[in-house]
């Protein structure tokens, strides 16, 4: 029961946790980008966090989104012609990364129609709108990846702590059957005793009688 009070608590923490208001986070901005020995128009956004589970959770939004796998290229995780349906209607070429450390990450994102040509508010605005439309979600899915796991991981040890539980309880119960058979074979034992001792006096009062006579 010790445990399972831990675990409780734990939970309730982690749920206090989550009704916590996510706070402001920067804006993705247009930006000059290093890319293939030149500087390249793209889009940047601070997001705080684990840099592994914001990895994670942007590589599962794009394979969804494009149903398409990534190849490399110049440090970016990249994905050819594309639909993007809640950014453009055109197909396109997005290329992302991640760099940062201890919870300070900074997400690029460049999106071309082809042949790097790289797009631009100036260039193609309604696009250019949308693309920092979608960083500007980063952070929340973050977070929402960041609690997903931390429930997870809670509920993978409410379950080993019930599973625990449910093994020492089963031991308790084996062992309380055993006892109460052993303490009914022990009473049986103690009438079966009593008789024979009460037979065996028997016996002996008649070997002293009979030795009287």
Known sequence: MKMQNLVKAGMLALLTWVATPILTHAQAGEAAVSYNKTNANGYVVNV???????????????????NSKSTTSKGFKTFRGVSWPEVAADKLDVYYK????????????????????????????????????????????????????????????VDEAQKDYDKVAKKEGELRKSKEKIEKELLDQQKNLADKEKNLNQAKAKLEAAGKS
Do not use: C, H, R, W
């Open 98 to 157: 991640v760099d940062g450390k201890k919870g300070k990450n900074t997400v690029t994102v460049l999106v071309s129609k082809g042949y790097d040509n790289f797009i631009s508010g100036a260039s193609d605005p309604n696009i250019a709108e949308g693309v920092k439309n979608f960083m500007n979600t980063i952070q929340a899915k973050t977070v929402s990846a960041s609690i997903a796991n931390a429930v997870a991981a809670a509920q993978k040890v």
């Open 48 to 66: 705080e966090g684990d840099k592994e589970i914001l990895n994670a959770s942007l590589d599962d939004y794009f394979k969804k989104a494009f």
